[in-house]
Nanobody, 126 residues
Framework: VQLQASGGGLVQTGGSLRVSCAAS????????MGWFRRAPGKEREFVAG????????YYADSAKGRFTISGDNAKNTVYLQMNSLKPEDTAVYYC????????????????????WGKGTLVTVSS
């Protein structure tokens, strides 16, 4: 599967932004999908994830209550709606796909994902 993230940009503190990840190749619904980010000088970290059934969503503590992950199987696209943005949310955001979690246990670590797209830069100005 090929992944392409888009929708990044410059937004003010407190603003909102939605980034998208379009999947091509094998059908999007075959994968668990996640959003990760890498802030300047930091390691890549998990932000949000959604199971391929769409039945379960997962969020990093930093994202809970502000970010929402969703998927549109008809468009082969996963979204990350980000509200109440803060300067510390400034990062390159990446989408990633996982075919199957071992033992059915969702582990959303960067090293555990199978496919990655190129990132999209989100900058939150103070």
């Amino acid at each position: 599967v090929q992944l392409q993230a888009s929708g990044g940009g410059l937004v003010q503190t407190g603003g909102s932004l939605r980034v998208s990840c379009a999947a091509s190749g094998r059908t999007f619904s075959s994968y668990h999908m996640g959003w990760f980010r890498r802030a300047p000088g930091k390691e890549r970290e998990f932000v949000a994830g959604i199971t391929r059934s769409g039945g379960s969503t997962y969020y990093a503590d930093s994202a809970k209550g502000r970010f929402t992950i969703s998927g549109d199987n008809a468009k082969n696209t996963v979204y990350l709606q980000m509200n109440s943005l803060k300067p510390e949310d400034t990062a390159v955001y990446y989408c990633a796909a996982k075919s199957t979690f071992l033992y059915g246990r969702a582990v959303w670590s960067p090293g555990n994902m199978d496919y990655w797209g190129k990132g999209t830069l989100v900058t939150v100005s103070s």
